[in-house]
């Protein structure tokens, strides 16, 4: 299958890695656009489904955590995978997970989030939440339009 | 020697009462005399600080140090005249409102650096859907709930969604009431008593024979002898039936606090012996303190002492369950030191809390009553309302308690204790989730 980011670029994948995307998954089609997701996002959600390509399950995240870090909570290339990952970016890659019906990266990200917020005052969260990028103003007013736009027509399909 | 001075008038001292009553004097004396200026002078100084400001100018103006530390007033005259010589008066007042005009500079700019509250368009993390955050909120434990709900407004919101608010209060009220299995590898702190009873079985009373040979279990054994067996120990299962909310369980049930100490003053008289040629003898009152720290296990630690303790040894003492050991100390003095020290086992029935204490030969138990005083801090206040003593070998109990007099412990929150509610060997992770 052939997915179509915002940006008008085309990423393949395949099938073994299709069927933790339980939206998509189960439909005929070969072409998908998402208006809703940028590039680097679904270069990054396509990499998780790559790395569990071959594991026949992935096991549950277990409640109360052991302990602060995350590679003694996940496995370890869950770990990379995430400690990776820009924490601004995380935001979107959970709505990206969402439209693709991936539950366990909604879970690993909520997890890395929960680690991150633990133990910390209130005004060292509200340094986590804020925007460290410097955008003006038209950057921030172009990319709230596409984001706009893009809500009434999240997913097309182009047979 | 002092001179007749020219006092300051007391209206002028009831209006800068703030200033020291010497600065003041200094001022009127250096300035001839004169309320006015000492009163144009006084205004321009707001705060205390910037009269030494002051007398640190005067010194940096080419005098000597000499002059200055003759401040008993003998000789103020020759001060007067080389101060004329320098300084005028003009040029002080002068040099006043600048520094006050510095002051206002600083406090404009610290208005204009405010920080901008968190907008909800700023971060893409407060955007996401609220079935999201529930998900994040479920891995939490309660401390970092509340603070995570202090954040902004919008947090503030989510957490008021009645399926978070509902699990963050059920969350403490099961650290709060909930029972903990007590491992096998912590002593009990009725060992001791145990010895006792397997050496001297003859001594005891009958029934406490009977039932250790049945259970070998001697917490058991004494809290069947001194406990009722229709009280109705606290139990989360069971308050969860009688309240409609977890969080009317929050506000409403009276708990005990773990996060400090309780501490009493009490006092005893002593009579003592009339000396020779006297009528009538003395008596003596003697003040000691009582400190106690109870543990989430069902254990309890409470020591005796004829001085107040400082923050300090408070914490070097409650740190852990075990008795502490003072390496300074020498062996004699620990020995008399953990004479100080009780361990006992506790039970919360209702609105009580009943404790039990045993120490070689002696078993001491006392009964509390919790209190929310003043609504400062829920459980901050517990009233003594009677209290017993058996000794071996004895048949009958002692009452040690007055109820004329009423004594109660008051709760003070230390936060170098909340880190121990994390760690792992003493099992208080529990306590968290």
Known sequence: MQFISQDDLTFNINNKALKYCTKVS????????????????????????????DDVSIPQISRPFKSNLIYDI???????????????????????????????????????????????????????????????????????????SAKGQRIQIFD | MLQTINQVPKQVLLEFYNLNKL?????????????????????????????????????????????????????????????????????????LEKLNIEEEKQKLQALEVQERPIVQQDSKFLELPPYIHLLIMDFLDPYSLHTNRLVCLKMNEIFNNPQISDKFYQKFCKALFDQIEIKPTIISPFEKTRKYINENLHLYEQQLQLINEINQNPSQTIWNNWGNAQEQIINYQELRLQYQSHKDMYDQQLRLNYCGIYAMKEY???????????????????????YIRFWRDGTFTMFISSKKLTKQEIIEY??????????????????????????????????????????QSTTFSYIYKIKNYKNKHPGNVLLLQSGQMHTLGDNYRQDIVDNSKKKHFVYK??????????DELHGWKNVVY
């Not at chain 2, 910037?50 to 020759?78: A, C, F």
């Not at chain 2, 005893?268 to 009582?290: L, T």
């Open chain 2, 413 to 422: 929150h230390l936060e170098e204790f909340r880190q121990e509610l994390h």
């Open chain 2, 318 to 359: 409650f740190q852990y369950p075990e008795i502490a050991i003072i390496p300074k100390q020498g062996n004699q003095k620990q020995m008399q030191f953990e004479e100080c020290f009780l361990r006992g086992e506790y039970r919360i029935v209702i609105d009580e809390v009943h404790v039990i204490a045993a120490r």
């Open chain 1, 74 to 148: 996940v496995n370890f290339k869950d770990a990379n995978f995430i400690t990776s990952i820009d924490f601004q970016e995380i935001s979107q890659i959970i709505q990206a997970a969402e439209l693709l019906g991936i539950d366990t990266l909604v879970d690993l990200s909520c997890v890395y989030i929960a680690l991150k917020i633990r133990g910390k005052s209130s005004e060292k969260i509200k340094l986590l939440f804020k925007a460290n990028k410097p955008q003006t103003d038209e950057e921030d007013q172009r990319q709230r339009d596409i984001d706009d």
């Open chain 2, 268 to 290: 005893y008289i002593k009579y003592g012996e009339a000396q020779f040629q006297q009528s009538s003898a003395p008596c003596y009152r003697v003040d000691f303190f009582r």
């Open chain 2, 23 to 95: 600065q003041v004097q200094y001022l009127y004396d250096v300035l001839d005399s004169d309320i006015d200026i000492l009163y144009r002078v006084l205004y321009n100084i707001k705060r205390p600080e910037l009269i030494d400001k002051l007398i640190d100018e005067l010194k940096y103006q080419n005098q000597q140090q000499g002059l200055l530390k003759s401040m008993t007033y003998g000789n103020l005259k020759e001060l007067k005249n080389f101060l004329k010589q320098r300084v005028s008066y003009e040029k002080l007042i002068n040099s």
């Open chain 1, 26 to 53: 189960n439909t005929n089609l070969e072409v998908i656009k998402f208006a809703g997701i940028n590039s680097n996002i679904l270069r990054k959600v396509i990499q998780y489904c790559e790395i569990h390509q």
